[in-house]
């Protein structure tokens, strides 16, 4: 009996050998695109992130230094940092902790706005912090 064990193992070995290299492709294959399917919605979402930014800098720069209140409506920088927070959930925490920052920093220094240049700064820089920590996300990417 363990003669005839030992012969099938011996007659099927390519089957054995070709049915654990397809399980371990597809295995692969799974991972790979898992790996693929997240960087793609990284990138997506942080490529949005720097488009948001960049509105919402024009934002401040309308609502500062041009004392614009139509392009620099403080409910469009509302509305611009909560998408942002929105979309840093996707991001890495790194992301998401420069957006908080940037909310908070944007709902301290919004009034300030047209008046004050500390808070023009302030909001410019968070601004410039999240950019920073997006294209620091992009760069890591496989």
């Known amino acids: 009996m363990a003669a005839s064990i030992v012969e099938q193992i011996r007659r099927n070995l390519v089957a054995y050998i070709s049915l654990f290299i397809a399980i371990a492709a597809l295995s692969y ?3 790979r695109n898992e790996v693929t399917e997240d960087n793609r919605n990284v990138r ?7 488009l948001n930014l960049g509105e919402l800098q024009q934002i401040v720069f309308f ?7 139509t392009r620099g409506n403080p409910r469009a920088g509302w509305a611009r940092v909560l998408l942002l927070q929105d979309l840093s959930t996707i991001m890495p925490p790194t992301v998401g902790a420069a957006s908080d920052s940037l909310a908070t920093i944007w709902a301290d220094d919004w009034p300030g706005l047209g008046g ?11 601004i410039d912090g999240a950019r920073g920590a997006t294209l620091a996300a992009l ?4």
Do not use: M, Q
Request: no cysteine.
């Open 63 to 69: 609502g500062h230094y041009d004392r614009d209140a």
């Open 29 to 31: 294959n799974t991972w």
């Open 139 to 142: 760069a890591e990417l496989d």
């Open 116 to 126: 004050d240049d500390a808070s023009a700064r302030r909001i410019s820089d968070a």
């Open 44 to 50: 997506a979402a942080g490529f949005e992130i720097l």
